[in-house]
């Protein structure tokens, strides 16, 4: 019933900006215009058109470019909207109204917005919002974003002690970066002036700065080439070079350093990382970059043995740097994608693997995709444990699939809901790498499945299981997740049809729900409606359900097994009204006309069936609900009929009276009959010609 929930998501839209507008052509207009992409030439002709609108365009560009780093993927869809509201002058000029009236405004320095007028209050601006009035609520305002940054680092403390299972302990890293900053494979955070050159021979500069490269290449300041700390955190460091340095050589040289700019934010990367509260996707990716750190430090001690043998210059090591200049850009690439982005998760699987189908350099390619491999080890292994066993250990939370499970025993509901069990286990989409996208919900109702199982006391394995593993080839892990879900959907369908009865199960809920034992119903009607014609509140539950057990007792349904889960229910609410909330249509004339006061038994009767775990997850809330709308509305149709027949009955009078007499009733005997016949063929309709043929295409479809 998802369109059901953007009706009420709509509604709860139009409420809040307080319009008269009908919810229905919104949903329609959403419906037609979701799926729609946003093209790149569009996208881009709508930034030009909001930046030429802001008040600062340099501002809202850098802005934009500083979301769009973070690979956010709403984002396109953001600006195409924003595009609209900035075209369209009323609905602008109405928003900046409603934002003034709920205290939400920005000052006039941020937001450049026309005057607008209210009949209550002429004239009133944004900058008139900033009085002695409203002093005491800016100044909370100004409090809670004070405290913003101490929930930041509370919240890194959070996931570390917000481990799932008990199983799992985070263990406790002392903070060595601050309290011993030289531990630090980075450069220190002091600024040095390098020595002067000049007074040195050529010969003697590059002999100098060779030994100086090997320092600053390994993260050490050196004597002629000092570091300077970056402005921001994901910003390549820069490197002085001593005055007095020959031209050329100084040329070499700064050709040379960016290789120890991307070591500095490589090994400034690996370092954050590799705390506990960035997850286990960061710290295999971490761990990935550290060994290639080793291979690098590996060619250090090579250049070095070379400088001490005075085998190479300046030169030479710029040629021999060339492969390991391209690897090590690559990993700074990531590390700054990455930081820009906060990603964690599924989300860095998901740039890695942009990174690696966008490179064209096959020996470029090759290492994104050992690193992406590296990285997604732990995620794939949350994965299998899912899709084989139906058992999530994520205590970082970083797989797709959200645990909501209680753990202690005395906390869960004895009796599954449908709806606990919906939200036990969802996808969050932000975690979800983009090359299992498309098999995202095989892979949620697959461990689903298994789960059930697993709560059912059974235990279940995937037979066939193999290791998961990242390829750009996704057909081989599609294959595999398709295999487990087969397996988990046919054990879990086995289950229930033959240890749970789920068919004898529906043909019981068929048998009431849908009249399909007549003499039941006959009789039920026969014995309730008497209590039922009274009004709700005059009704005693507790005869109403004596009486359905009597008529279960006397009854072709006394020998269903499945009887005594049977209840009595009376609603609140008519069964128009049941429909229209199911819809989400909110109506004032309908909800004064469907007051419990005002209806009778016969308007609010209907059945309860109780249905444990779990056959619920088949029957559940919703679907008796559907079921109880087609019982409410058959049963009324019913009782029509019955009252057409006693009227029919009474009717037989006339036979006593004079042929003459008896003429003048005839057009009322004749609306009679046809109401009748109405009634019937229209009962006909629905349980033959409508639910029957529907139950046994049903059936085949079970049988298959």
Request: proline content about 5%.
């Amino acid at each position: 019933m998802a369109e059901y929930r953007v009706h009420r998501l709509v509604q709860e839209l139009i409420a809040a900006l307080g319009v008269t507008s009908s919810a229905e052509d919104f949903v329609e207009n959403l419906h037609v215009n979701s799926s729609k992409t946003v093209s790149e030439s569009s996208l881009q002709s709508c930034i030009r058109t909001l930046a030429q609108r802001s008040p600062n365009p340099d501002a809202f560009l850098s802005k934009y470019e500083e979301v769009r780093s973070k690979k956010i993927l709403s984002l396109p869809h953001i600006i195409a909207l924003l595009t609209l509201i900035s075209e369209d002058k009323k609905l602008k000029e109405y928003l900046c109204f409603k934002a003034r009236k709920s205290g939400r405004a920005e000052t006039p320095s941020v937001v450049n917005t026309p005057k607008v007028q209210n009949e209550g209050d002429p004239g009133r601006t944004v900058s008139a919002l900033v009085d002695g009035k409203n002093l005491p609520e800016i100044l909370t305002r100004v409090k809670k974003a004070a405290s913003d940054s101490k929930r930041t680092s509370q919240r890194h403390k959070d996931l570390e002690r917000k481990i799932r299972h008990p199983s799992y302990e985070a263990p406790t890293v002392p903070d060595w970066g601050k309290l011993r900053p030289r531990m630090s494979l980075d450069f220190g955070i002091e600024v040095m002036v390098p020595r002067p050159l000049q007074d040195i021979p050529v010969f003697s500069q590059e002999t100098k700065l060779m030994e100086d490269l090997l320092f600053v290449l390994s993260g050490v300041e050196g004597e002629y080439i000092v570091p300077h700390p970056p402005l921001e955190p994901n910003q390549l460091r820069t490197f002085t070079v001593s005055e007095g340095v020959d031209p050329s050589l100084r040329q070499l040289v700064e050709k040379i350093l960016p290789l120890a700019s991307y070591y500095s934010i490589i090994v400034r990367f690996i370092e954050d990382k590799s705390s506990y509260h960035h997850g286990q996707v960061n710290q295999a990716l971490a761990g990935a970059m550290n060994l290639l750190i080793h291979e690098y430090k590996v060619f250090l001690a090579q250049l070095e043995m070379h400088i001490r043998q005075d085998n190479v210059n300046l030169q030479s090591i710029r040629f021999y740097a060339q492969p390991t200049l391209r690897t090590m850009e690559i990993l700074a690439n990531i590390a700054i994608t990455i930081n820009k982005a906060g990603a964690q998760g599924g989300k860095v699987l998901s740039l890695l693997h942009e990174q690696t189908v966008s490179v064209g350099d096959p020996k470029a390619r090759k290492l994104c995709m050992h690193l992406t491999q590296a990285a997604s080890a732990p995620y794939m292994e949350i994965l299998q444990k899912w899709v084989y066993i139906g058992v999530i250990q994520d205590p970082y939370e970083e797989f797709l699939v959200e645990d909501n499970e209680v753990i202690q025993r005395e906390d869960r509901p004895i009796n599954y809901s449908d709806d606990y069990w919906s939200k036990c286990y969802i996808i969050c989409r932000d975690r979800v790498p983009i090359f299992l996208e498309k098999i995202s919900d095989v892979i949620l109702r697959t461990g689903k499945y298994l789960n059930v199982i697993r709560q059912c006391g059974r235990n279940v394995k995937f037979p066939q299981s193999q290791e998961l593993k990242y390829t750009l080839t996704e057909s081989e892990y599609f294959e595999a997740i398709e295999q487990a879900y087969c397996f988990a959907s046919q054990t879990l369908l086995d289950l229930l049809m033959k240890e749970y009865d789920l068919m004898g199960r529906l043909r019981s809920v068929k048998h009431y729900f849908l009249h399909d034992q007549g003499d039941f119903i006959v009789q039920l009607m026969d014995m309730c409606e008497g209590e039922l014609s009274k009004n709700i509140n005059d009704i005693v539950p507790h005869r109403l359900e004596s009486l359905l057990e009597l008529a279960l007792r006397t009854s072709t349904a006394n020998s269903d097994p499945y009887k005594d889960d049977m209840r009595a229910v009376l609603l609140p609410f008519d069964l128009v009204h049941q429909m229209f909330k199911i819809h989400g249509i909110q109506n004032d004339e309908l909800s004064e006309s469907c007051s419990a006061d005002k209806l009778t038994g016969l308007e609010s009767f209907s059945f309860g069936y109780e249905v444990r775990w779990p056959v619920s997850l088949v029957l559940k809330y919703n679907t008796k609900a559907c079921y109880q709308m087609i019982f409410r509305h058959l049963f009324y149709c019913k009782h029509v009929e019955r009252l057409l027949c006693r009227v029919w009955l009474s009717n037989k009078v006339c036979k006593m009276f004079p042929v003459s007499s008896s003429q003048s009733y005839r057009p009322a005997f004749i609306l009679r009959q046809r109401m009748l016949n109405c009634v019937q063929n229209l009962q006909y309709y629905m349980m033959v010609e409508v639910i029957e043929p529907n139950w046994h295409n049903f059936l085949e479809k079970m049988n298959r």
